[in-house]
Nanobody
């Protein structure tokens, strides 16, 4: 079984920075696209940023120019550098990975438990 664990959340003032990390562990798997999602209070979960296995990225309009997504394939890790934080960024952030289990060859949609980011203006 593959597990994703996020870390790095916390409380920040607007304008400050925060770096989120996500690590995958467990059974053998091949990770394809990775992404960060977030869910603010009373709102649906939304895509924040995505990165393919080739390193191609895309971002939600609300975070373009402020957030940077990256990955380390050797560590099976995903990162989100968040700069110029705004109060609107307050949410629970979730790590997501699309993967293929190497033993069963099944496609897996993996989610972390979430890490809370709170930004005060």
């Amino acid at each position: 079984q593959v597990r994703l664990v996020e870390s790095g959340g916390g409380v920040k003032q607007a304008g400050e920075s925060l770096r989120l990390s996500c690590a995958a562990s467990g059974s053998r798997f091949t990770i394809n696209t990775m992404g960060w999602y977030r869910q603010a209070p009373g709102k649906p979960r939304e895509l924040v940023a995505r990165i393919t296995s080739d390193g191609d990225t895309n971002y939600a309009d609300s975070v373009k120019g402020r957030f940077t997504i990256s990955r380390d394939n050797a560590k099976n890790a995903l990162y989100l550098q968040m700069d110029s934080l705004k109060s609107e960024d307050t949410a629970v952030y979730y790590c997501n990975m699309g993967a293929v289990d190497q033993t069963s060859t099944k496609y897996l949609e993996l989610w972390g438990q979430g890490t809370l980011v709170t930004v005060f203006s």
